[in-house]
């Protein structure tokens, strides 16, 4: 487990009480996630990973507050984090509604219209581990193009899981973006969107 001096301290100032038990649940391959409850009566959702790159946690909080700025789709409240650790409001789960999916893709819609001029953000992310440039574009083709797609190529070429007529063909896509995905303006979208972080309970939210 990861060192949680720095959450044990936070409990401690804000009378949260002391750690009384966490159970592990399943997610993703990157981190270690669990269910945490104190001797105070309170419980979080904690992700913690020992070995995770340098700001890799305030990166996800700094994200997750400014999904819930949007007052679109239920985000889960941030309220601590380190370089070991990120504790997060627990969203009990719920048997979802026949319109659960719906009323999901209209939240997620309703957040992707909140628009930027640019395209970027004024933070690096990561994708899993990977460190994610994000500095402010106003070609979006070229934003995808460079600092995601040929990004990641050119690292697995470096990396030796690419050939270089893979990174060239790659090449060549990104210079057809412009054909074949429509002009649109810059929005904010969640970047690693997938089944584990859509949560099911009485109402949609993506949980990180």
Same mark, same amino acid.
């Given at each position: 487990?990861?060192?949680?001096?720095g959450?044990?301290?936070?409990?401690?100032?804000?009378a949260?009480?002391?750690?009384?038990?966490?159970?592990?649940?399943a997610?993703?391959?990157?981190?270690?996630?669990?269910i945490l409850?104190?001797?105070?009566?309170?419980?979080?959702?904690?992700?913690h990973?020992?070995r995770?790159?340098a700001?890799m946690?305030?990166?996800?909080a700094?994200?997750l507050?400014?999904?819930?700025e949007?007052?679109?789709?239920?985000?889960?409240?941030?309220?601590f984090?380190?370089? &070991?650790c990120?504790?997060? #409001?627990? !969203? =009990?789960?719920?048997?979802?509604?026949?319109?659960? *999916?719906e009323?999901?893709?209209?939240?997620?819609?309703?957040?992707?219209?909140?628009t930027?001029?640019?395209f970027?953000?004024?933070?690096?992310t990561?994708?899993?581990?990977?460190k994610?440039?994000?500095?402010?574009t106003?070609d979006?083709?070229?934003?995808?193009?460079?600092?995601?797609?040929?990004m990641q190529?050119r690292?697995a070429?470096?990396?030796?899981?690419? &050939?270089?007529t893979?990174? #060239?063909? !790659? =090449?060549q896509?990104?210079?057809k973006?412009?054909? *074949?995905i429509?002009?649109?303006?810059a929005?904010?979208?969640?970047g690693?969107?997938?089944?584990?972080?859509?949560?099911?309970?009485?109402?949609?939210?993506?949980?990180?």
């Open positions: 487990m990861s060192d949680l001096s959450l044990n301290s936070w409990l401690q100032r804000n949260k009480g002391r750690i009384i038990g966490q159970t592990t649940v997610g993703g391959c990157i981190n270690e996630a669990g409850r104190t001797d105070a009566g309170f419980c979080y959702f904690l992700k990973n020992r995770a790159p700001g946690f305030e990166c996800e700094r994200s507050k400014l999904m819930t949007t007052g679109t789709i239920r985000i889960p409240a941030v309220y984090w380190d370089e &070991q990120l504790l997060m #409001e627990y !969203l =009990e789960p719920a048997q979802a509604r026949k319109d659960y *999916w009323n999901f893709g209209r939240a997620l819609a309703a957040m992707h219209r909140h930027a001029q640019a970027g953000l004024d933070i690096d990561y994708c899993g581990t990977t994610q440039p994000n500095t402010w106003q979006g083709y070229q934003f995808f193009a460079e600092q995601r797609l040929l190529g690292l070429q470096h990396q030796g899981l690419l &050939q270089q893979d990174l #060239e063909m !790659l =090449e896509i990104c210079g973006l412009p054909e *074949w429509p002009e649109q303006p929005s904010l979208i969640h690693d969107l997938w089944s584990g972080n859509a949560h099911i309970g009485k109402r949609p939210a993506i949980t990180g």
